[in-house]
């Protein structure tokens, strides 16, 4: 057996991760930070995603606890099935599917319609290339949404480069730091939800 010698290039393996994999690792800590608020805190979570296809939901789903704060989420890639889950047509004619109006309505009805679901988080948008069943459509700009109680956060980002599963991956970190935000906004202002 022999011994390696140290080549004194660092111990970390940090300098040798790409972007997307240093992504990953934010995503799975912080998914492990949402895990434990919301075990910590009783309460429970759903989401309606588009763009990211239940990225988000998978990434809550991959920490040991989930089953203790997520009864189930819903994945509404078109406009068809956003109306048909209860996101009132007028609001996509009124603003279009990809806006926070629609992802605000998006979260609220998945807390109308999951089993149980305190915080709710919806999420539109187009990530690789223009849609052309919707004008508003600009690639790579998404819109996020978490409700909680009477509070909402709705922001928009602006992912231009990466690839799909890049985009999405930056979608569902920025969505889980809104959801430990929204949560901590509670901690500090206690509401009934």
């Known amino acids: 057996m022999q011994e ?7 111990n970390s393996q940090s300098e040798f ?13 912080l998914a492990t930070q949402v895990v434990h608020r919301l075990r910590r805190d009783n309460l ?28 189930g989420a819903f ?3 078109s406009n068809e099935q956003k109306v048909a889950l209860g996101v009132p ?13 629609t992802a605000e ?8 319609r999951a089993v149980s ?21 600009v690639p790579g700009v998404i819109y996020v949404a978490t409700v909680f109680g009477d509070k909402v ?6 992912f231009m480069e990466g690839e799909r599963w890049e985009i999405k991956d930056k979608a569902v970190g920025e969505a889980l730091k809104m959801v430990l935000g929204i949560i901590e906004a509670n901690d500090e202002n206690p509401q009934s939800p």
């Open 4 to 10: 390696r010698e140290s080549s004194g290039l660092g």
């Open 17 to 29: 991760r790409s972007p997307a994999e240093e992504q990953r690792l934010l995503n799975l800590d």
């Open 44 to 71: 429970f979570i759903t989401t309606v995603e588009s763009c990211t296809g239940g990225g988000l939901a998978n990434a809550i789903t991959n920490i040991s606890g989930a089953s203790e704060v997520i009864k």
């Open 75 to 77: 994945v509404t890639y």
């Open 89 to 101: 047509p007028e609001i996509i004619d009124e603003h279009g599917v990809y806006s926070l109006q």
């Open 105 to 112: 309505a998006m979260a609220r009805i998945g807390l109308q």
């Open 117 to 137: 679901a305190d915080v709710a988080v919806g999420i539109t948008g187009s990530i690789s290339r223009a849609d052309p069943n919707n004008p508003n459509s």
């Open 153 to 158: 956060d709705a922001q928009v980002f602006n």
